[in-house]
């Protein structure tokens, strides 16, 4: 039987949100300053006042604009290798563990951005469809290439990493509203299954 895990990441297969702790461990100086800064664009988004990938965007750049590929993808990795052992569910590894790989096909689906979350996915030996940072000339721009990896966009995303291909059954797990359309798509839907 050929079946399709796709797994959400912050919340689900963490114990924590990754955005502000990779952001915190990147440059805590710029992320205090900045995070001061954003307070009101986040109580505006508490409020629905405000849209969240606008609101992601505008922090997420405001510590890490300007910075080389080279230097986040370094930072991204001792940044793996200090907390995955601190942030990771345990059941969820224990789950991923015994998932018998020779009949299944695997997914991180995040909005988190591609830059940090790629060794976890590495790690987890599973495919990456996350919110992708621009690059130009090596640098980040502060953008996002294409759409915030959320809501209706996780279930996009799935259907075009997979498209042409047959899976017997999708299995889908998630944490939050933002999870929903995934879990609702998908054969067979978990939330909060690891909590």
């Known amino acids: 039987m050929k079946k399709l895990y796709c797994f959400d990441f912050d919340g689900t297969l963490t114990y924590k949100d990754t955005m502000f702790l990779f952001l915190k461990f990147y440059n805590s100086n710029k992320f205090y300053v900045q ?16 849209d969240a990938e606008k609101v992601k965007k505008s922090f997420i750049s405001s510590v890490l604009k300007g910075e080389s590929r080279k230097n986040i993808e370094l930072k991204s ?3 793996f290798d200090l907390f995955h052992g601190k942030i990771l569910r345990e059941h969820a590894l224990e789950f991923i563990k015994n998932i ?4 299944t096909e695997s997914f991180l689906v995040t909005a988190s951005l591609d830059i940090w979350v790629k060794p976890f996915a590495d790690y987890l030996k599973m495919n990456l469809l ?7 000339d090596e640098k980040f721009t502060g953008n996002f290439l294409g759409k915030n990896c959320n809501g209706d966009e996780k279930v996009n995303r ?16 998630g944490d939050t509203e ?3 359309p995934m879990l609702n798509w998908s054969d067979e839907g978990h939330y909060k299954f690891f909590h």
């Open 130 to 136: 996350a919110t992708q940072g621009e690059f130009i």
């Open 158 to 173: 799935i259907k075009m990493a997979i498209s042409g291909r047959k899976f017997d059954k999708i299995i889908a797990f």
């Open 100 to 103: 018998d790989r020779s009949q």
């Open 77 to 79: 990795q001792i940044f």
């Open 35 to 50: 995070f001061a800064k954003h307070i009101p664009l986040f109580i505006l988004l508490k409020l629905n006042l405000m």
């Open 178 to 180: 933002a999870d929903r």
